[in-house]
């Protein structure tokens, strides 16, 4: 089995979504898909959870209004171009009006109750393309996935306890879906309420999903893998074909931005790999990590 999960460039506009569901067609083992929220469209683009944090922080009714217009914009093109009725999804409620019913029912919580709405309106989007296209997919929140999180300094953590929690949780979901898709980046606290990881972490969900299932892991993302240098900085740089769990944790740790290094223990722990690929060219080979150099 394998966990895809998709990164931001990867989702943001509809032609990218269809990509990453002929990725999830090209291949019946993989079972779950991880969706980011959408990132940017062109250089002066906003990514949706820079957005969704500008709108947790904001005073101001007026700019509040405007960025749930900007955020309801961005998906109503990318479900208007897909297909998908916003009826079919978040149980017909409008982006705009569930951004509002989150901001007053959160008002304790409310930045972190609002910044991983991203990843749950791409992860709804995404299952109703996906049903819509006759696959049996199905949303599934990351809640009822079983992700538990604690607060470890300033951000929170995905809990060890989540591994029985999550498998217990999906394993009778798979016998009744061919793919679910679940959303990144957050998970539900002891007392039940909606944390975010810190930024990048849909990764962190993919992995954790994948040692609970004893699954491999990919990570789509809009490079050919994992590079010495950042191959948008040095665009001479070659991706590494090979590396070992521990090279892996070490650059991500120093800078190599395409994998959040909490991605990288829970696989290791269960001896699974990871591959980091191209969702802008799936036939490039990418980086395998794993136990190893040579699989
Ligand atoms: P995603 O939206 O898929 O999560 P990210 O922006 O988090 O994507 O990660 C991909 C980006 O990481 C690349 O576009 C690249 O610029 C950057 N990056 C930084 N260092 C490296 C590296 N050593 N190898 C590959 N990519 C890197
Ligand atoms: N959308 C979140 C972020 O921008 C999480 C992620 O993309 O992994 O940090
Ligand atoms: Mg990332």
Redesign the pocket.
Known sequence: MLVAKF????LATATRFRQAADILRAEPDRRICVC?AP?KRFPQDRKITDLLIDLAYSQDEEKSLLLRQEIEAHFQEITEDLGVRQADMLHGQRISERLKEEEKDLSVDRYDGLIALGEIFSASVMAAYLCKSGYKASFVGASQAGILVYKAGEHYRIHEDSLDKIRDQLVTLLERYDLLVIPGFYGRDAAGKRRPLSR?GSDVTAAWLAAALQADCEIW???SG??V????VHPEAQPLPYLTYDQMLE?AEH????LHPEAVRPLQAKGLSMQVKNSFRPEDPGTLVGPSLHP
């Open positions: 990164g931001g460039s990867s980011s990132g990048g993302t809009d490079v994992v590079f240098t950042d191959p948008r650059m800078g190599a931005s395409v």
